[in-house]
Structures are given as C-alpha cells and as structure tokens.
C-alpha cells in the first residue's frame, strides 16, 4: 500500500504564500504523474495542478500564475508553493499517485484575514 503525507498547510491571510509537501513511500515514485487536488466544503474535488513523470506541468485555470507544482525523485517528494492565495482558495488539499486509487489523508489550507 502507498502511503502519501501531505504537510505544509496552514491559515494564511490573503496574498500570502504557502509550500504544500507530499511525500511518497513508493520506490517507483519517479515513473509517475502526480496531482494535487483541492475540495472545498460542499464542492466537489477538483484538480488543481499536475506534473508528469518527466516534468511536464499543467494547471487549473484558477491557479495559472500563481501556483508552482514540482517534484523531486530524490526524495519521493512533490510541492505545490501557493503565492497570492486568495479566499478561494480555501480547502483541504489532497496529493495522489498518477490516477491510482492512492491519496493522501489532506492538509487544510485556509486563507482569511
């Protein structure tokens, strides 16, 4: 079983900044796109950014600009530095393993002054 574990997430008032960490106990960590997804209360979970095996990114509409997602394979790990956080921005944020079934447990992100 993979485990993932999100950590960095906080309350941060609008116009800050944040560094979200996954970290993955996969050995094959290299070879896989990962995700980073966030769900609002009452909102379904959505995609926010993604980078493939090879480094490639792609973003939600929302976030382009002001979202950074990046991996390293030494150290089985993926980020996602937050600037400019908006209220909206508020929700628990979820890494997973390409399109597996594996997640992570979330890190809430709150943004409000």
């Known amino acids: 079983q993979v485990q993932l574990v999100e950590s960095g997430g906080g309350l941060v008032q609008p116009g800050g900044s944040l560094r979200l960490s996954c970290a993955a106990s996969?050995?094959?960590?290299?070879?896989?796109?990962m995700g980073w997804y966030r769900q609002a209360p009452g909102k379904q979970r959505e995609l926010v950014a993604r980078?493939?095996?090879?480094?490639?990114?792609n973003y939600a509409d929302s976030v382009k600009g002001r979202f950074t997602i990046s991996r390293d394979n030494a150290k089985n790990t993926v980020y996602l530095q937050m600037n400019s956080l908006k209220q909206e921005d508020t929700a628990v944020y979820y890494c997973?393993?390409?399109?597996?079934?594996?997640w992570g447990q979330g890190t809430q992100v709150t943004v409000s002054s």
């Open positions: 997973r393993l390409g399109l597996t079934d594996s």
């Open positions: 996969e050995s094959f960590f290299s070879i896989y796109d």
């Open positions: 980078i493939t095996s090879s480094g490639s990114t």
